[in-house]
């Protein structure tokens, strides 16, 4: 039966060998937390990849809500609703270690 | 672009986008995107760098989901590569390049402007923590 409480979830390119090459999943939750814990145990190895061992979203790795950065919303606690559409990004982003030699 | 290829076409016309992009951000690192077909490389998109400081580059995240789930679909285009610039050091992967090379299918492209009268391009694989140089052909 179709999950009418269900929101989509946008999977990147780099993460879809988590989700057998779909760009897009369904999965239902009342806020981002439940939301990455429900694709985790749908596609295991994936929530790994999202929240760090305190269970915060890894600080490379974006969530979007709506197109909002939860990160400027409520982080984990962002309240979602059934037709919201929620795009997961990781970084694309390097630099010099500190104190690392110029390399 | 066969996965994992050796080789990589850059286009005259694109290093030479690059490098002018990695001088007007200098002393600041420069970063964007190559996108396109297969082995042909369509355009080049210039990112806003949002790290902090000169040692660091980070692509806006609202263009990067911009650019992931509308732009590429809507063309049918793939992400070629990724380029950031080096202002003063050589055009190789820092260690903090390879932690964070989590987009694996592309290139990375690096402009070194370490000499400043003479830039250029490198190109590598990264991925697991390993890099590999792959040519690049105009």
New interface residues.
């Given amino acids: 039966m179709p999950d009418d409480k269900a929101m989509t979830v ?1 999977i ?3 993460l879809r060998r988590y989700t057998n090459g779909q ?1 897009r999943v369904s999965v239902s939750g009342d806020n981002v937390a439940t939301i990455l814990e429900r694709l985790d145990t749908e596609f295991p190895g994936l929530g790994e990849r999202l929240r760090d061992d305190g269970g915060q979203i890894r600080r ?1 790795v ?1 969530v ?1 809500v709506n ?1 909002k ?1 939860v990160r400027d919303l409520d982080g984990l606690e962002t309240k979602v609703s059934p037709g919201d559409e929620i ?1 997961i ?9 500190a104190g ?1 030699p ?2 | 672009m066969t996965s994992g290829a050796a080789e990589f076409t850059l286009p005259e016309g694109m290093k030479s986008a690059i490098i002018d992009h990695a001088r007007r951000e200098h002393p600041r ?1 420069c ?1 964007g ?1 190559i996108i396109g077909k297969g082995a042909h490389p369509n355009r080049i998109l210039e ?1 806003k760098n949002v ?1 902090e400081g000169n ?5 806006d ?2 263009q ?2 911009e650019l ?2 509308e732009i590429l ?1 809507a063309e049918d285009l793939e ?1 070629l590569a ?1 380029y ?1 610039s ?1 202002p ?3 055009a ?6 390879i932690e ?6 592309a290139v990375y492209l690096i402009c070194s402007l370490e000499m400043s009268q003479h830039p250029y391009v490198r190109g590598f694989r990264i991925r697991d923590g390993s890099v590999d140089e792959v040519t690049l052909l105009s």
């Fill in positions: 946008l990147p390119t780099p760009a490379f974006n979007f197109g950065n795009g990004i990781p970084a694309m982003a390097g630099g010099l270690s690392s110029q390399s | 690192e970063c995107v990112m790290a040692r660091f580059y980070e692509i995240p609202t990067l989901i992931e789930f679909p992400l990724i950031h080096h003063e050091s050589v190789f992967p820092s260690a903090t390049d964070l090379a989590f987009w694996s299918e």
